[in-house]
């Protein structure tokens, strides 16, 4: 099986665990400089991040602008912290939120923006923050997806916050958790405060978890040990610790935030961490040579709308549509070619039962996204012949029933 998304580690990252003396404050300081912020705070959890951030800034009753296609717990975390979620229509051309949408959700009531990068693809933070026209309002870059995504001409933090998250589907994958930069020192300082009085402890019996996670993750590397012993290993970890999902991604958490989100980030993540970093740019590299590879196999496929090229993009999916793709089965049909591909936000956030009340009005690209969208294997441990039969199974497929 071609998995549509892998972690990529190796002895560097099982070494670095082991290493003593080095822990969060220092993995702290790296991303900071990575993304080009002053400071930057480690979470649990990148949601846990983004709840921490609006009780620390006292944000409650106000209205928070945000895309109608984003993760689950981005709204999640804004119905946690006590705000409204206001969902804007995304551009089918980036997944993005739609400017002019945008400014006509802006209320009296506004004290925040998340402008997502969504797939990696980068999202205009200059034009919202002059649309918007109100230093009151918090401009919080959501960069799961993006950790270094930039529009030309711009270099790091362009926002008052930036989200990042560094789950198994993620550019890095430290087991779990996410981090909160900022260039603004009050900002810095209050997220501090909040975050060592109300998260402070990492209960041992979650450290271990952790611990098992990542080894599972990193054990299947070896091919022999993963064939003849992996599936009765993962299936008794799984009974301990539950499958390895992403509770900062779309569908990973069916309750409103993750139950263990107040915890600290632990020492080892962060070693973990630190080894990734060493290797995002060689990532980000091996990523855009497997997108810019689908691009030239998947042009002119008719029913097939291949995805995006867009300078600055860190793309985290290779994320094309397929115009009918639920009625011609595409993804059943890859996945008996032994090709796992993904739909990962399948939902329009406002339509999903829990944000009914704050739901306002259509939002037709984001519900032609949800038809459509179609997220191929990419992470940098796909090899290229195995790119290759990925391209060929999606052409074959439309070939024969598009």
């Known amino acids: ?66 895309p109608a296609y984003t993760c689950t717990v981005i709204a999640d975390a804004v119905v946690a912290s006590g705000n409204r979620p206001v969902f804007v229509d995304i551009d089918l051309a980036d997944y993005n939120m739609r400017l002019d949408a945008m400014k006509v959700a802006l209320t009296p ?75 603004s020192v009050e900002l810095y300082e209050k997220l501090r405060a909040y975050r060592d009085r109300e998260m402070p402890c990492l209960p041992t019996t979650l450290l271990v978890k952790r611990w098992m996670r990542f080894l599972l993750n990193f054990i299947p590397f070896e091919r022999a040990f993963r064939n003849a012993v992996l599936p009765g290993l993962r299936q008794a970890i799984h009974g301990v610790v539950g499958p390895d999902r992403d509770p900062d991604n779309a569908d990973s958490t069916p309750t409103l935030v993750a139950r263990d989100y107040a915890t600290a980030y632990a020492g080892f993540q962060a070693r973990v961490g630190l080894s990734q970093l060493r290797k995002l740019d060689d990532m980000l590299e091996r990523r855009q040579k497997l997108t810019e590879f689908y691009d030239r196999e998947l042009r002119d496929i008719p029913g097939l709308i291949p995805a995006p090229i867009i300078p600055g993009a860190n793309y985290s999916h290779y994320t094309m549509r397929v115009t009918r793709r639920d009625e011609i089965g595409f993804r059943q049909h890859m996945q008996t070619r032994g090709v796992e591909v993904g739909q990962v936000y399948d939902h329009v956030l406002p339509f999903r039962e829990r944000f009914r009340p704050y739901a306002s009005d259509r939002y037709p690209d984001t519900e032609q996204a949800t038809r459509e969208v179609v997220n191929l294997p990419l992470h940098p441990r796909l090899k290229m012949s195995e790119a290759q039969y990925v391209a060929d199974c999606a052409r074959l497929i439309l070939q024969q029933f598009g």
């Open 1 to 66: 099986m071609i998995h549509k998304h892998r972690p990529d580690l190796g002895l560097s990252e099982l070494l670095a665990v082991l290493r003593p003396g080095v822990g969060r404050s220092e993995f702290e300081a790296a991303v900071a400089a990575c993304v080009g912020a002053r400071y930057a705070l480690s979470f649990a959890y990148g949601h846990a991040g983004l709840i921490a951030s609006f009780r620390a800034l006292g944000l409650t009753g106000t209205d928070v602008v945000l």
């Open 109 to 183: 009531q506004t004290r925040a923006v998340i402008a997502t990068h969504m797939y990696g693809y980068p999202t205009d933070v200059d034009a919202i923050r002059g649309a918007v026209g109100d230093e009151r309002v918090l401009i919080i870059e959501d960069r799961a997806l993006g950790p270094l995504a930039s529009k030309p001409g711009t270099v790091g933090l362009c926002g008052d916050i930036g989200l990042f998250s560094f789950g198994p589907a993620k550019h890095l994958y430290t087991v779990q958790g996410g981090v909160i930069a900022t260039n």
